[in-house]
């Protein structure tokens, strides 16, 4: 990150990786997998807006730093293994 | 563990800044599968310009060039002009800009674009309205949907003309190939973007990509919603390669009310203007169908 005016290249070229930017705390409601109903389809991975699913060996992982919460991935969930829990729970 | 149906490398990476289940960033996420590496980008002003993150970050891992509102047609075309005169041909150019920045704004560009027939593909997704300026009505908004600019309230001024045709008005320019794409089927997307690639000259395609924000409705229905689009009738899949049309699916037909009224945005539509809207939707997929069934006839007579 630049801190004098000098370092700003006069053309604005974006280079740092945006993983650095936590988006987490936008959530209101946290997906949690139920990995016992899990049938690893990967129909959450596919569908999920901020890439924020790895396939785990047991089921979807999720990155909480990133993951928005907009709930996609419990909806379209197959086997409904998905669950929203409110954050402040 | 079931085998994946779309590739698994990830050019797009978390911590963009688009809202809860936005259906643009899974166009990207798609077409950037599809694409690979190997490609450049050009996006207009439009949701995209503002989604890969505040200056320095970025979550697309190909290079990407912001060009102005109407340029995209334009930029798309020097891109490939650059990449001609240095000799590199295995590179991908891609267009992605809104439906506020194809069909209304860029479209002159566009238009010249397929015009010259350079070797680009060009990306519409489609959200219905200008979203990232706080939802303004687009030639791409359909009737009877509220914006901020065709406001509700007592009036009903609510949006009166009809959904700009994109796909035809692409199709008159008798380029190579002309798709509609929708983000809740992901493979057919990724099909087509591929296919779009590997055929020479200007490529057109229209990906219906929900905006809750906007249709003011729950994220957590964006592929619900895209899913009933297609079955209502109000977004048809199809591909129109070298002037014959192909319908890719045909499902079976559900009820229109009950998908404009999942969104608030169409909460206020009277009864008459449902039926209407049905009707008019009904007949431009019957249209299809007779073009389907013409390009076969044609294709099983050889020419003369």
Redesign the interface.
């Known amino acids: 990150m630049p801190q004098t005016i000098d370092e700003i290249p006069p053309t604005p070229i974006n280079t740092v990786d945006s993983k650095t930017v936590k988006t987490g705390g936008w959530r209101a409601f946290r997906p949690v997998c139920h990995y016992e109903k899990c049938i690893r389809c990967w129909t959450c991975w596919k569908f999920c807006p901020d890439v924020s699913i790895s396939l785990g060996e047991e089921g979807p992982i999720y990155d909480y730093d990133h993951c928005k919460g907009c709930g996609i991935c419990a909806n379209e969930c197959p086997v409904k293994c998905i669950e929203m829990v409110p954050e402040n729970k | 563990?079931?085998k994946?149906?779309?590739p698994?490398d990830?050019l797009?990476?978390?911590?963009?800044?688009?809202?809860?289940?936005?259906?643009a960033?899974?166009a990207m996420?798609y077409v950037l599968k599809a694409a690979g590496r190997r490609t450049i980008l050009s996006i207009p002003a439009c949701c995209w310009a503002v989604m890969?993150?505040?200056?320095?970050?970025?979550?697309l891992?190909v290079p990407e060039l912001y060009t102005p509102f109407e340029t995209t047609g334009a930029s798309i075309s020097g891109i490939r002009a650059a990449l001609d005169a240095t000799g590199q041909n295995d590179v991908n150019v891609i267009g992605f800009a809104g439906d506020g920045g194809t069909a209304d704004i860029g479209i002159q560009a566009l238009s010249g674009t397929a015009d010259r027939n350079d070797d680009v593909l060009y990306i519409m997704y489609d959200n219905e309205a200008y979203m990232n300026t706080g939802i303004q009505r687009s030639g791409s908004t359909p009737i009877g949907a509220w914006t901020t600019t065709t406001p509700v309230g007592t009036t009903g001024s609510w949006e009166k003309s009809p959904k700009k045709n994109m796909v035809a008005i692409m199709a008159a320019h008798r380029i190579p190939y002309v798709a509609t794409a929708s983000v809740a089927y992901?493979e057919d997307l990724i099909r087509k973007v591929q296919k779009a690639l590997t055929i020479k000259g200007t490529k057109f395609m229209h990906i219906f990509a929900p905006c809750?924000t906007g249709w003011k409705m729950?994220?957590?229905?964006?592929?619900?919603i895209a899913k009933e689009a297609l079955s209502c009738r109000a977004f048809n899949l199809f591909e129109i390669e070298g002037g014959s049309y192909k319908i890719n699916m045909k499902p079976k037909k559900t009820s229109l009310k009950e998908y404009l009224f999942k969104q608030g945005r169409f909460k206020h539509m009277p009864e008459d203007l449902i039926n209407e809207l049905e009707t008019d939707l009904d007949r431009a997929y019957d249209e299809l169908l007779r073009l389907e069934s013409l390009s076969l006839e044609r294709a099983k007579v050889p020419d003369a």
């Open positions: 563990m079931a994946l149906t779309i698994e990830e797009m990476s978390p911590g963009h800044m688009g809202c809860l289940g936005c259906g960033t899974l996420r890969p993150g505040v200056w320095p970050n970025t979550c891992q992901p809750p729950d994220p957590g229905l964006s592929i619900k």
